[in-house]
């Protein structure tokens, strides 16, 4: 069973998984931004919150709401409102939020990974 798949180089791999990992992140992103965070801004704005103003389209708000519905704490000073997010977040946000999170952090090991092996030093 000679496939060209077992005769990758570890470089080949890191690039591998690190394009899969890629996709993942992408996908989780895109789940998490149109179920999650899209269902908890719509109930915000039916007691008439808005998103926060400083997030105009960057979507950073996304990162602080899976971390805030994943730890499930409120913090006092947080660019967020922590407890509407707490109120209005579902058991699926909560899976999605790790499944966001989670895949962020496997893509970036892989990349601080490959840097470190394959980076060249001047």
Request: proline letters at 2%; a neutral charge; charged letters at 20%.
């Amino acid at each position: 069973m000679n496939s060209t798949l077992f005769e990758l180089s570890g470089e080949s791999w890191l690039f591998l998984f690190g394009g899969i990992s890629f996709l993942f992140c992408a996908a989780a992103t895109f789940c998490f931004g149109r179920i999650s965070v899209k269902h908890i801004e719509q109930e915000m704005a039916k007691e008439g919150k808005l998103p926060p103003e400083w997030d105009k389209g960057i979507g950073a708000r996304i990162t602080m709401y899976a971390i805030v519905i994943v730890t499930r704490k409120i913090v006092d000073n947080t660019l967020i409102n922590d407890e509407l997010v707490l109120r209005y977040a579902r058991k699926k946000d909560w899976y999605l939020a790790v499944f966001f999170l989670g895949s962020f952090a496997v893509l970036i090991s892989i990349v601080v990974v490959t840097y470190l092996l394959y980076s060249t030093e001047s």
